[in-house]
């Protein structure tokens, strides 16, 4: 057996939109003498759309109608229909998330470039959907070593360190190649950003508007900009800046650190030499990208070649959200694609008691997603255990039962994601104790954390394994 | 293990050594001086400073003190996770080679000793091969098959060199047995299922009772019931063909013990066939292998388990005329 899916990846960055169109190919890789097990063998980009700069309209907000005519247009272009579409992601990623209408334009997008095409958001899923893209991950696991990538964008440079395959961290700073903007004619700089600004003021550095300025000129501002980078990936003392130059958390250095990749927008000029006038983008992008590339950055870690560069977050959107679930699963109700529900895992000491003491913590933390007393849909998630007893499957279901008490009232239906492979009978005990009367969906081999949301789309491969996307909803 | 073990490991097999002696050695009638004489030797040879020696008579008592059976035992070496256990002195890549490791239960990066294996790997290639051997060896306990509340039958076999040498015996009943099979079965029933010990009784004990009422439930959700589950004493797989003639069952499901590898002797089969009958091709039985605590857990093999029966009576066909 081999399935495919067909997923679509659009990117609403700082300064550029794009979108991909990939294959995911799903393969049964059991025997035909054990219990399935399916999983994503190949993923194939099969079409990159132009890139255009994101539009934004005179007072500051997104032109929606823009980019859904980008979308017609791109889907027309790779000759294939919206109904085609059977997952996919939308990321708003840097500036863009931070517009007034980034939730609303994201949401609206989402259902517009198909059904099962997610809404995401967020520095940390930017970080590991960058990283994926520019297959820092791939090249982690097959070298058996760590990396970092940093994805240099037009407003931020997001970071993330895979060792071996498995993400370690996250970080993300406010520094790209859009922060200064200088007139492609008159080299005259016509936008500082406020974090820049704040640090050529720190530093001495003369910068002004309206200012006419020469590479040289802005050598001093960029240089400080590189050494931020090189603070944020270990190899220099971290400096008085480096809290106020980060987004929202800068990476743990809590470990030594081999290789270094590069995407976005910037990597291009890291990686390679431009050719014409350094200012022919009107910003400092170019720029920045030769002065990482004479840095320490690229000398004293070895510097790994990315998949992708300025396609990396929209590749990674398109070929890298997507996921599919355990094999042997249990769902009794087939109203998916189910969209965007938030997690709430429970703690291991939750549940390592007996079914009350989970029954309990559920009720406790179910009030946390209670907006005005009104509860919303939540989908529970435990880690389980490898391996359990049908006793203890039992105690799981009657935990998760009692506590659950307050969404069974909800016309959804339940909701619950395991790690380890007991999803089936869980489901099943679960279904029982509710008398087959409440619609059941458990999940497993599925890692999710508290902050996550997870979208669950309809069954593929003869309805063994449901297609989900684990991700974060975060505007700034 | 530390020197502080050691030493009163030592100590106590010396002990036991010593206190099964006087048996043996009933040569001198006196009671106190055979075991005098030996537990001088034992504790000489614990302590080489030899304090003993100054207080000759203080070591029986010890001695006497000391032969109380505290339930101690050796560690068992099977419990070791041998995927975490690298042996290789000094290795490049420590990280790397456990992450390969993870992958496979193959025993990779085992050391060596000179041209051969450690003393560990050698002692725990026995150890596993002599859980195997019991695996097949043994019989499943008939306080479990009670626990479980099977109906017990067996085969022709007598017993086991019988059944490892005959395996057209392990796949026949007498003629009584399967007279007593039908009293004892529901006729025509959706579902009959059965357990059989096959060439693991360890299999058997480990995952019935996980299994079981995670079938049985998983079938209740389809409306479906199974009871009077049969255990078949020296059973091989075909014997449930024997079994379906006589109930005349649906579906027949076949828990048996799987042939014991190194890797594990806790492994159990599901063999699953409409409607089967004696001399139907092999073909038409579904398998589910690999059912154990390190492969498919018994609780979600048994959930998939009762899944595919309901397949199999709404499709009417089993092994490869049914297309999963």
């Known amino acids: 057996m081999n399935e495919q899916l067909l997923s679509v990846g659009i990117d609403m960055g700082t300064s550029t939109t794009q979108l991909v169109l990939s294959k995911l190919h799903i393969e049964n890789l059991a025997s035909s003498f054990t219990v399935p097990r399916l999983v994503i063998t190949n993923k194939e980009v099969v079409y990159r759309s132009d890139i255009c700069f994101t539009p934004v309209l005179a007072d500051n907000r997104i032109d929606m109608i823009q980019i859904q005519q980008f979308v017609q247009e791109q889907y027309a272009k790779a000759g294939i229909s919206k109904e085609e579409i059977q997952t996919g992601a939308v990321i708003i990623t840097g500036e863009t998330a931070r517009k007034e209408n980034a939730s609303e334009v994201l949401q609206s997008l989402s259902g517009f470039a198909g059904d099962f095409v997610v809404a995401t958001a967020g520095p940390d899923l930017e970080s590991i959907i960058a990283a994926k893209g520019a297959g820092a991950h791939t090249y982690s696991k097959d070298r058996s070593t760590s990396i970092v990538n940093i994805d240099i964008g037009g407003g931020t440079s997001n970071l993330a360190v895979f060792a071996s395959g498995d993400l370690l961290d996250t970080g993300c700073l406010d520094i790209g190649g859009r922060l200064i903007k200088v007139d492609q004619n008159s080299h005259e700089i016509t936008y500082i950003a406020p974090k820049i600004k704040q640090l050529a003021e720190r530093r001495g550095i003369a910068l002004a508007l309206g200012q006419r300025v020469t590479p040289a000129d802005l050598e001093p501002i960029i240089g400080e900009m590189v050494k931020l980078l090189e603070e944020s990936v270990g190899i220099r003392p971290l400096g008085d800046f480096y809290d106020t130059i980060v987004t929202n958390k800068g990476l743990k250095l809590d470990r030594n650190i081999a290789s270094i990749s590069f995407s976005g927008g910037v990597a291009d000029y890291i990686y390679n030499e431009a050719t014409g006038d350094v200012f022919q983008y009107g910003d400092i992008g170019i720029l920045l990208g030769r002065a990482i590339a004479a840095s320490p950055l690229t000398n004293q870690l070895t510097v790994a070649r990315a998949a992708e560069t300025i396609r990396a977050t929209v590749v990674g959107a398109g070929s890298h959200t997507t996921e599919i679930s355990g094999s042997t699963i249990t769902y009794t109700d087939e109203s998916f694609p189910i969209k965007s529900v938030p997690i709430l895992k429970l703690s291991l000491s939750d549940e390592s008691g007996d079914d009350e003491t989970l029954a309990r913590a559920i009720t406790d933390k179910l009030s946390w997603f209670k907006l005005n007393n009104d509860l919303q849909q939540v989908a529970i998630a435990i880690e389980g255990k490898s391996s359990p007893s049908f006793q203890e499957v039992q105690k799981y279901a009657r935990g998760l039962h009692k506590g659950m008490a307050e969404l069974l009232e909800q016309k959804y239906p339940l909701i619950v994601v395991v790690h380890h492979d007991m999803a089936k009978v869980l489901g099943q005990t679960l279904y029982a104790l509710l008398d087959y009367k409440k619609d059941v969906i458990c999940l497993d081999s599925v890692v999710v954390d508290n902050g996550d949301y997870i979208d669950i789309g309809k069954p593929i491969a003869d309805g063994k394994v449901l297609p989900i996307v684990i991700k974060t909803l975060v505007f700034h | ?324």
């Open chain 2, 1 to 324: 293990m530390n020197e502080k073990d050691l030493k009163s490991m030592i100590e106590s097999i010396l002990n036991e050594m010593v206190g099964n002696e006087p048996a043996e050695t009933n040569a001198k009638p006196a009671a106190p001086a055979p075991s005098a004489a030996p537990s001088e030797a034992a504790v000489a040879v614990a302590q080489p400073t030899a304090s003993a020696a100054a207080q000759p008579t203080m070591a029986p008592q010890e001695q006497m003190q000391e032969q109380v059976d505290t339930g101690e035992c050796l560690d068992d070496i099977t419990e070791i996770n041998l995927r975490k256990l690298l042996l290789v002195d000094d290795p490049e890549d420590r990280e790397g080679y456990l992450k390969m490791k993870e992958k496979t239960p193959a025993r990779l990066g085992v050391g060596r000793a000179g041209p051969r294996y450690k003393t560990i790997t050698s002692l725990r290639f026995r150890a596993d091969h002599a859980a195997a051997q019991d695996a097949v060896f043994s019989y499943v306990s008939e306080d479990f098959v009670k626990e479980m509340n099977l109906v017990a039958v067996e085969t022709l076999c007598s017993h086991k060199d019988e059944y490892i040498t005959r395996p057209d015996l392990g796949r026949q009943f007498s003629a009584e047995t399967i007279e007593y099979i039908k009293q004892n079965t529901t006729k025509q029933a959706k579902v009959q299922i059965m357990v059989g010990d096959g060439l693991s009784s360890a299999a058997i004990e480990a995952n019935l009772r996980d299994i079981v009422p995670a079938i049985t439930q998983g079938l209740k959700m389809y409306g479906l019931e199974a009871d009077n589950i049969l255990f078949v004493k020296h059973c091989r797989v075909p014997s449930m063909d024997v079994i379906g003639d006589a109930t005349e069952a649906d579906v027949v499901c076949l828990l048996v013990g799987e042939r014991p590898g190194l890797v594990t002797a806790e492994s159990m089969s599901a063999y699953i066939a409409y409607k089967p009958t004696v001399g139907m091709p092999e073909a038409r039985r579904t398998v589910i292998s690999n059912i154990h605590s390190g492969g498919t857990p018994a609780v979600e093999a048994g959930a998939h388990i009762a899944e595919l029966i309901k397949t199999m009576i709404d499709r009417k066909a089993s092994g490869i005329d049914l297309k999963l």
